[in-house]
């Protein structure tokens, strides 16, 4: 937008002053517009004079600067997107050669590939920290709903585990130093450099929106979010290999003898620890891996939402507050813990007896591990479905308005479902196409469509939760009060009397009605159970590889690939969803 | 939003008559907010009396069924949604299942599955032609963006491919019926139905913003979308798999005794077609294979394209009229067009040369070919880059306001180009992890690297020349104008006087200065540059097969994937570039 073509230049504050007709929204969205057209609103007086229905909005509009601003938000979009998708390409054709040739392209080239990308990274956080983001007005808003604290929780986690195994990792080659490439030395230490920086950065900065340098800040954060897709694609490629070469089926027993495949692509297999303690560090950091790879999923998460929230300007209205108090409801957390409990005694029990040679006990477990999950599953099917009756018969109406955050969030939501899905319905594909006999095979049959409509009614249950507008004492209905106003404001008008603001206030205080207290146990109970299907998988449970149906009918890589992409994306989806019902708990 | 509540039933009819100080674009925000309020927005008199900078809009509020169309208009959302994950990760495990099982899940259940798609889809868009589109007001707006001449035309076009590809695997499999599943027979005339009914549906319907049955006419949608994709991913499959089994390199050299594949599912590789010209049949007909890839992709970008304008209420303001003529331009057309010929040319020299089996035709054939593609590439890559200085000097403001249509545009254009992408940089990946020995791999490497340069500049020259402002005699650039029109009311309040109007309009004509020029014969000649680019693969011509380094490097079945998954969007994307590039051509 030239506006020095139309020598408006001396106007540089222009106060705009207009009847509000419109609610406070529309208002955010004319200021939408203004600001998608480059002019840049620094100050926003929003003070609303309720008496007389007249809001004044004071628009300091800076005309320089708006074509540049306008010019550098399109650039810095089609600048770090191309960053990435060229990253990314790139190291998917690098991993594939250094998995189907693994001669010309090993995996110390892969590795020296995600160096190349952390140091930058880790560069590009350290300057956004010294110098970004203590320019001025850097950081005007915060997002609120950005960076919740369960996955920043999550983030710092399963950052430790993935710095523990950065450790073992650096312990184990240190042995192989002597004839292996120092590449597998440095590529742990930088990452857990890369992992104490990012952690740090995502903690403190996941929720800004920033407004200057926005070409360097998209594209850092661009080159964030590439990295850590980069990590997480040789993770899971890694880890597929591993299982695909010792398809022992439990992970904890098959990494025994890794160095034939670590030392493989080196072509040296002759190369030899040199102390002993060695294979405790291959079996301990083998089993971190999964945490490696949700660490990396938890990261790109806040990289994008971070990415999104670049020079937008937030409304900083907070969040309704709720109190978090469990005085209304009773037979939902107790009906949760029950299953919390039992599946954890499952869990222990199924560890156990899976390690085992015998065919019998193994199957024992894998039994016992169904029928829980089964009856889990199926109390959940059926209290989501009350949950969305009760939804049709409360007729609460929905939040208004684009909410980009909630966007993503059930975006991500929905995205992260996909990996469980898919592991069910290969599994329904596999069980029915081999027939289905034997106990074992209906149960993993009858649970895979369960998880299957469970997945459908939880993802209904909790969008619609998220959509509707919370039930709050102070919380007045914009847009109605708007329209009253309106229509106060015409009668005033005519009749010259004025009415008191005092009556077109919509209080929707009332007394916990059933319904709503349903809701609430309902919201309860499935935050709980939902903690349960996470902890299983989380650590350790893979009755995929337990249960050789799925390695006998797809062929053993393909299965691996598939659990290995699915089972994180679920893992990741069963903590957004506690987070999000959580929300919903408090929202009823 | 329950209107009800507030007992406002009565004022059905709302006049809202307000001050325009905003410009047209946010009054539509305005608008939309209403709109997304479940408000529906029945009549816009939006009578701008430009004297007094005064505008009214008569809003009609029909407050019943806000509440209604506001929760079908979620819940179409959420089950399409669900209704398309469901099928292609079910779509997804039986592929998978064929491919890598073979036994129990063969390619007869694939297309048992297409089949129970396709009559579905079949059935909704008679519905919706019979049914829902006569309804009342079914449709108000149509989306003048949506469905361009290219895409119908393509879809056409390749529809007519993909019909007579159906028709030879007709005849080709009555051949076989006497020992061969009826599923074979069964599948292409159910598809050659699907075929016509669709592109008919398309044809006359891409453009419509659906109003009325949003639920069913949604998941119709989203039927189609998935059984397109389906259709895509059974025919990718399809033809990798053909070429895993013959991996001579060359498409039409291979399929001579198909058979084996095709009847090996069936464990019968006994069976013999009954007559002789089978063999004809099945070379036909996997030389078709290719459009019915495109026709799917086609397909599926309108369909999703139609899924988004449901419920959309579109501003009726028609697109810019540009009259086209070649009055101004030379060099680029004339440029342009020598490269075509010269493509051409090449074209027919490869494919001749190509099948030879002397190996030292075979690399003339290949250097040909890479040298004209190189100079073709580079050629484009200054010219785009010239194309971009030019936008940088000419300080054209960027088009206001969301369009939705542009941005899915951008978003289709950007996705399609990843597929190009992934072929360049696996095979930039292959050749220098190989080491870069011999002519032939040279230029290999350096098209390849060309090739990522130019898509990266030709994305960037074409999101920005579709972003800006288009140059029109009667355009009228209506922020400034509102501003202005803000700064003339507080002129006249103050001062008493009317400014008429004819003093703010900004006429923009000019004759046509050196840079519009240069920017037309720019795009005049990316555009056919961008056809030849498109019709070499799309007829045929594989380097990527007929080049050993591909295959050697990456294992056979992974270079196939990346190359049948990755061509067929950089052909799309070549498409797609032509129709932008027309567009940027008649803007400039």
């Given at each position: ?13 222009l106060?705009?002053?207009f009847?509000s ?10 200021r939408?517009d ?7 609103i620094s100050?926003?007086?929003?003070g ?11 628009i300091?509009l800076s005309?320089s600067?708006?074509?540049?601003q306008?010019k550098?938000?399109?650039?810095s979009w089609m600048l770090?997107g ?12 690098l991993v ?13 080239h892969?590795?020296f590939?995600?160096?190349a990308?952390m ?11 010294v ?5 001025d ?5 915060k997002?609120?709903?950005a960076?919740p604290?369960?996955?920043r929780g999550?983030l710092?986690l399963?950052?430790l585990?993935?710095?523990?195994m950065?450790?073992f990792k ?9 004839c292996d ?6 590529f ?11 952690t740090?950065?995502f ?13 360097i ?5 661009m080159?964030?979010?590439a ?5 997480w694609?040789t993770?899971?490629t890694?880890?597929s ?7 022992t089926?439990?992970?904890?027993q ?17 190369c ?13 950091y083998?089993y971190?891996?999964?945490f490696n790879?949700e660490y ?22 907070q ?7 469990l ?8 009906g ?16 156990v007896d899976v390690?085992?040679?015998e065919?019998?006990k193994k ?7 169904y029928?829980?999950?089964m ?5 959940m099917?059926?209290a989501?479905?009350?949950?969305c009756?009760?939804y ?5 109406e ?6 980009p955050?909630r ?18 319905y ?9 027939g289905?006999?034997g106990?074992?095979n209906a ?7 369960l ?15 998220l959509?509707?507008?919370p ?6 209905a914009?847009?109605?009060s ?6 106060a404001?015409?009668?005033r ?9 005092g009556?077109?206030?919509?209080p929707v ?7 709503r ?5 309902i919201?309860?109970f499935?935050l709980l159970?939902?903690?349960i ?11 995929q ?14 299965w ?7 089972l994180?994306f ?12 959580f929300?919903?708990?408090?929202k009823?």
């Amino acid at each position: 937008m030239d506006l020095g073509m139309l020598q408006i230049h001396d106007f540089n504050e222009l106060n705009l002053s207009f009847n509000s007709l419109f609610s406070e929204r529309s208002k955010m969205s004319v200021r939408d517009d203004l600001e998608s057209a480059g002019v840049q609103i620094s100050t926003v007086h929003a003070g609303a004079h309720g008496l007389a229905g007249q809001r004044s909005a004071s628009i300091a509009l800076s005309s320089s600067g708006g074509v540049w601003q306008d010019k550098i938000s399109s650039w810095s979009w089609m600048l770090s997107g191309f960053l990435l998708i060229n990253v990314i390409i790139l190291g998917c054709a690098l991993v594939s050669g250094s998995v189907f040739n693994g001669i010309q392209v090993t995996s110390d080239h892969v590795q020296f590939f995600l160096i190349a990308l952390m140091i930058p990274t880790v560069i590009w956080m350290v300057f956004y920290k010294v110098h970004t983001f203590q320019e001025d007005e850097a950081v005007l808003y915060k997002d609120v709903h950005a960076g919740p604290v369960w996955l920043r929780g999550g983030l710092v986690l399963f950052g430790l585990c993935s710095l523990i195994m950065d450790v073992f990792k650096i312990a184990l080659f240190v042995g192989y130093a002597h004839c292996d490439s120092p590449v597998k030395i440095a590529f742990p230490v930088v990452q857990a450099i890369f992992l104490l920086v990012q952690t740090y950065f995502f903690w403190l900065h996941a929720r800004d929106c920033v407004q200057v340098q926005r070409i360097i800040t998209r594209c850092g954060l661009m080159l964030t979010l590439a990295t850590n897709l980069m990590v997480w694609m040789t993770a899971v490629t890694d880890e597929s290999l591993h299982q695909t070469v010792y398809p022992t089926g439990n992970i904890t027993q098959s990494s025994c003898n890794l160095t034939t495949r670590v030392s493989a692509s080196s072509e040296n297999s002759s190369c030899e620890c040199s102390y002993q303690a060695c294979s405790i560090f291959e079996k301990a950091y083998y089993y971190l891996y999964p945490f490696n790879i949700e660490y990396s999923l938890f990261a790109s998460a806040m990289a994008y939402v971070m990415w999104k929230n670049v020079g937008r300007l937030v409304d900083d209205h907070q969040p309704h507050e709720h109190r978090f108090h469990l005085r209304d409801v009773l037979l939902g957390p107790v009906g949760g813990l029950v299953l919390l409990v039992g599946g954890l005694a499952t869990f222990v029990v199924y560890e156990v007896d899976v390690v085992l040679d015998e065919q019998q006990k193994k199957e024992a477990a894998l039994t016992i591990y169904y029928i829980t999950n089964m009856v889990t599953v199926a109390v959940m099917t059926a209290a989501t479905v009350a949950g969305c009756v009760i939804y049709r018969l409360e007729r609460r109406e929905h939040a208004m308005g684009k909410n980009p955050t909630r966007s993503l969030d059930v975006g991500l939501l929905m995205g992260a479902s996909m990996g469980q899905f898919t592991v069910s319905y290969f599994t329904i594909v596999a069980v029915l196409a081999l027939g289905v006999d034997g106990t074992v095979n209906a149960l993993n049959l009858a649970l895979s469509v369960l998880t299957v409509v469970e997945l459908l009614v939880q993802n209904v249950f909790i969008i619609e939760g998220l959509r509707r507008e919370p039930h709050h004492e102070s919380r007045r209905a914009s847009i109605f009060s708007n329209l009253l106003l309106l229509q106060a404001h015409e009668e005033r008008r005519s009749s010259g009397v004025l009415t008191p603001r005092g009556s077109i206030a919509l209080p929707v205080h009332k007394p916990l009605p059933w319904k709503r207290k349903l809701l609430k146990e309902i919201s309860a109970f499935l935050l709980l159970s939902n903690i349960i299907l996470w902890i299983m998988p989380a650590f350790g449970a893979r009755p995929q590889f337990d249960n050789p149906i799925g390695t006998e009918f797809y062929q053993f890589n393909m299965w691996v690939a598939v659990v290995n992409i699915g089972l994180p994306f679920g893992i990741f989806y069963r903590m957004h969803s506690v987070a999000s019902l959580f929300e919903v708990y408090l929202k009823s």
